[in-house]
């Protein structure tokens, strides 16, 4: 379980992703369909959670000191290697690791965080 959030009433959601050709993955010949899920969700997240949720994402080779910003991360790393990405983040405690959370997970999480804030 997610520790509630008692600092602000935004909610700080952030994906840690593997090595990819561009920011959102979304280029090259082949698209995988994980990353077009995210990318959907987050657009969704972003509606339903309006002034609510900040989601930031981060790609190692382009932002490699955010992983190591984040203690959880950084372990995940250390222990596992690359292989552990994405790594997703609520409000800087780990939600999913290996995979991209699906928009009922994330839309869960935001309503428990928020309904924490309240």
């Given amino acids: 379980m997610l520790e509630k959030t008692t600092h602000s009433n935004t909610i700080m959601l952030e994906i840690f992703d593997p090595p990819m050709c561009c920011p959102s993955g979304l280029c090259g010949p082949s698209i995988d369909p994980a990353l077009l899920d ?3 969700a987050i657009l969704k997240l972003k509606k339903d959670f309006d002034g609510k949720v ?7 080779t ?3 000191p955010k992983f190591m910003e984040n203690p959880h991360v950084l372990a995940l790393l250390k ?7 994405p790594i997703t983040t609520v409000n800087g405690e780990v939600l ?3 995979a991209y959370p699906t928009y009922d997970e994330l839309k869960a999480v935001m309503g428990e ?6």
């Fill in 113 to 118: 965080q928020t309904n924490a804030t309240n």
């Fill in 54 to 60: 900040t989601i930031e994402r981060y790609l190692l």
């Fill in 79 to 85: 222990s596992h290697g690359v292989e552990i990405l």
């Fill in 38 to 40: 995210i990318n959907e």
């Fill in 96 to 98: 999913k690791q290996k």
């Fill in 62 to 64: 382009q932002q490699g």
